[in-house]
């Protein structure tokens, strides 16, 4: 079956970095459209970053854009979102998701906070 599992996650300061990955596992990983998502307390989850099947395109929702990249391998089976300049709007559980599958892993805790 169909598994997601992010990584990744941690406090980190105002300012900092963090590299999220996602191991995915259960479908031909290389066919599919990857986006990963963040949840924050008492809001909606919402679309973080984008990446097509063979990582040549790439979106990302504005308060992210410049400051977050998302990029594959898809010889790993592995998605990744590279996090810098951090805000401590950015706390969320972050979440990884193929495209067309309403599947979700366990997520991964982000908190920017002194």
């Known amino acids: 079956q169909v598994q997601l599992v992010e990584s990744g996650g941690g406090l980190v300061q105002p300012g900092g970095s963090l590299r999220l990955s996602c191991a995915a596992s259960g479908f031909t990983f290389s066919s599919y459209p990857m986006s990963w998502y963040r949840q924050a307390p008492g809001k909606e989850r919402e679309l973080v970053a984008y990446i097509t099947s063979a990582g040549y395109n790439t979106n990302y929702a504005d308060s992210v854009k410049g400051r977050f990249t998302i990029s594959r391998d898809n010889g790993k089976n592995t998605v990744y979102l590279q996090m810098n300049t951090l805000k401590p709007e950015d706390t969320a559980v972050y979440y990884c998701?193929?495209?067309?599958?309403?599947?979700w892993g366990q997520g991964t805790q982000v908190t920017v906070s002194f």
């Open positions: 998701k193929r495209t067309g599958l309403d599947v």
